[in-house]
């Protein structure tokens, strides 16, 4: 190792302690400008935290329900195997699957002779399916039942149902019933109408059987033997992959003109508090950030003014114009560091305070506090930044302090 290379160590090394021991020894001088800092970067810190938190929690509630998800088609069309295959194939599709015309969704469920439910919702599914994961159909000759419709019927899983479906067949009112399993209940948060998930195969022989066609589903029902295996199909239930690819996938929809309903609202909202917030944080963080230069460059300018005897006997022990603006950006590094971690503490205490306060005060609230790491890294580095560029400010009038001035007093 070069002389001169541990010439500069032995130099850094004295630099630190001596901004170490001045900013000991000045320790009145140096809490009023840590507390300069804390008092704007733990109030940032709880700012931004209740801002990350409430527009996360609130994306958060969106992404978990499934819901949110769904692009419904309006009326009745004729969708095509083809059409099916070209839309599982799209990148923002999660799950579809054919369903029949709304009026062939409709059937009354009966569990024993005193619990019945009339025009409950019949829905098609599959593995995967959004709403019921990960639920999912063992058997054919099965159901999944939403909680609201299992409490009207009694029921449990492993129980019994009875899926009544009627029709007018030959100047007739006929009936069918077909028996059902009770595999899962669904609970009310993720389907909170009555409804009953059944197989693809069974809502078509429902639609079969309405239609006046012969279907497995009811075997006991006479009707038209159907010629043709089905080619088409009324509707869909569609979900996509992420809220952002709700609105991608129901514009290409819309260019195969079919009209489509989304949640498009609900997930606009949450996309305009989270531009309203960064707004209002904005604002608030320039204001602060602003403020707290203007009050350090100050504090580190008087400080400079106050010191220039010191800073006048460090040239004339040989410090150089670089050297004194290291004393001055070191000791800068110092506090800032010191006032960022002060203020970590107090962001943990504020922090646990509003978010065990709103969650006793308000049920199932989005306003949660909370930041991840990388956000306390790059706050860290923006307060370590910011403190060496005024650092920086003031050193520029340090380093035309004289030699000479120390000598004045003598």
């Known amino acids: ?130 709403i019921l994961a990960p639920l999912q159909l063992q058997q054919k000759k099965a159901v999944v039942l939403t909680a609201l419709a299992a409490e009207k019927l009694q029921v449990r899983s492993g129980d019994k149902i009875t899926l009544l479906a009627t029709r007018n067949y030959a100047g007739l009112t006929e009936k069918g019933h077909l028996e059902l399993i009770v595999e899962n209940i669904l609970p009310e948060t993720r389907f909170s109408r009555p409804a009953a998930f059944v197989d693809l195969e069974t809502l078509v022989g429902i639609e079969d059987f309405r239609d006046g066609f012969q279907t497995d589903v009811f075997p006991a029902m006479s009707g038209q033997v159907r010629e043709q295996a089905r080619e088409t199909f009324a509707r869909a239930r569609i979900y996509a992959k992420q809220l952002d690819d709700v609105a991608l996938l129901a514009l290409k929809l819309r260019a195969k003109n079919i009209d489509t309903r989304t949640e498009a609202k609900a997930i606009e909202n949450v996309k305009a508090i989270d531009a309203v917030l960064n707004v209002i944080f904005l604002v608030i963080a320039v204001t602060s950030i602003m403020g707290c230069i203007l009050s350090l460059v100050g504090a580190f300018l008087a400080n400079i003014d106050r010191k220039r005897k010191e800073i006048a006997v460090l040239r004339l022990l040989g410090f150089q114009s670089i050297g004194v603006m290291g004393f001055l950006i070191l000791q800068a590094v110092i506090l800032s560091s010191v006032a960022f971690l002060m203020s970590y503490l107090f962001f943990v205490v504020g922090s646990q305070l509003f978010n065990h306060i709103l969650t006793n005060n308000l049920a199932d609230t989005p306003f949660i506090s909370h930041l991840q790491p990388l956000h306390l890294v790059f706050a860290f580095m923006i307060a370590f930044i910011l403190s060496a560029i005024v650092a920086a400010i003031g050193a520029i009038r340090a380093i035309r302090i004289q030699p000479a001035e120390s000598l004045r007093d003598v």
């Open 1 to 130: 190792m070069s002389m001169q290379a541990i010439s500069f160590g032995k130099k850094i090394r004295l630099l630190s302690q001596l901004a170490w021991r001045d900013l000991r020894y000045d320790r009145n001088v140096s809490f009023c400008i840590i507390a300069s800092l804390i008092a704007v970067i733990a109030p940032l810190l709880l700012l931004f935290s209740l801002k990350y938190g409430v527009v996360s929690q609130l994306r958060a509630q969106l992404m978990n329900d499934p819901r949110h998800l769904e692009i419904k088609i309006v009326g009745n069309l004729n969708l095509s195997s083809e059409w099916f295959a070209w839309l599982q194939q799209q990148p923002e599709t999660q799950f579809v699957i054919p369903l029949t015309r709304s009026l062939n969704t409709i059937v009354d469920l009966r569990s024993d002779t005193r619990h019945f439910v009339s025009d409950v919702e019949l829905l098609p599914t599959a593995p995967n399916d959004p």
